[in-house]
């Protein structure tokens, strides 16, 4: 071990960057560590001293940080990248709801449209068949037939696309409230850190 390296990890340098760090993390209020005679108080002020640097003492940081300061680095870049990883999945989780949530309105307002138009159509054929059986076969029944197989077509199109676009919106509305979930959780855990 090099002797600068040595010299940074003496019991002096350590108290003093323990010292230092306590400073800082106790709000920058500084705090004086007097020593302690070994025989202990000899007055009441230095018995109000002692008591003083016990209390000081239990706010000092601990004398081991595990793994150092590169731990503690790794572990808050590590935090950092899964709040950033859980904000950025619901930046991309929003516009895709946003979108399916869309096409749901415009598919269910061409179902709202669509089901008068089979519904008439409907009632139109069975008019249709009912003159049919009584001998008026003046119509055409067969593009009545074509008519309303072509607005069924509609219907079912549109009742294929809503239940494509419904497991679609449940997917992307279950991936965005795990997310949420998730982020809910790192912030509890810094929040009682």
């Known amino acids: 071990m090099s002797d600068a390296l040595h010299d940074a990890t003496d019991p002096e340098m350590a ?3 323990s010292n230092e760090l306590n400073q800082v993390f106790t709000n920058g209020i500084k705090r004086e560590v007097k020593a302690l005679s070994v025989s202990g108080p000899s007055s009441p002020i230095e018995h109000t001293n002692t008591s003083a640097k016990s209390e000081d003492e239990a706010a000092r940081l601990p004398r081991r940080i595990n793994g150092g300061f590169q731990g503690l680095s790794d572990d808050l870049d590590q935090h950092s990248r899964n709040l ?3 904000a950025r999945l619901l930046e991309q989780l929003r ?3 946003e979108a399916a949530e869309a096409e749901r309105d415009r598919l ?3 179902l709202v449209k669509i089901i ?6 409907h009632k139109s054929l069975s008019s249709m068949i009912e003159k049919a059986k009584a001998g008026d076969i003046s ?3 067969g593009a009545r037939f074509g008519r309303s197989l072509t607005k069924l077509d ?3 199109s549109i009742a294929e696309a809503l239940t494509a676009n419904h497991l679609a919106l449940r997917s992307v509305w279950e991936q965005y409230a795990r997310t949420v979930l998730q982020a809910q959780r790192l912030r509890e855990t810094f929040r009682g850190s």
Not at 116 to 121: A, F, I, K, N, Q
């Open 95 to 97: 516009p895709q709801m």
């Open 108 to 110: 269910q307002a061409a």
């Open 139 to 141: 119509g055409d029944l």
């Open 15 to 17: 108290d003093y960057l």
């Open 84 to 86: 950033r990883n859980a």
């Open 116 to 121: 008068p138009e089979v519904d008439e159509s």
């Open 154 to 156: 509609d219907l079912e």
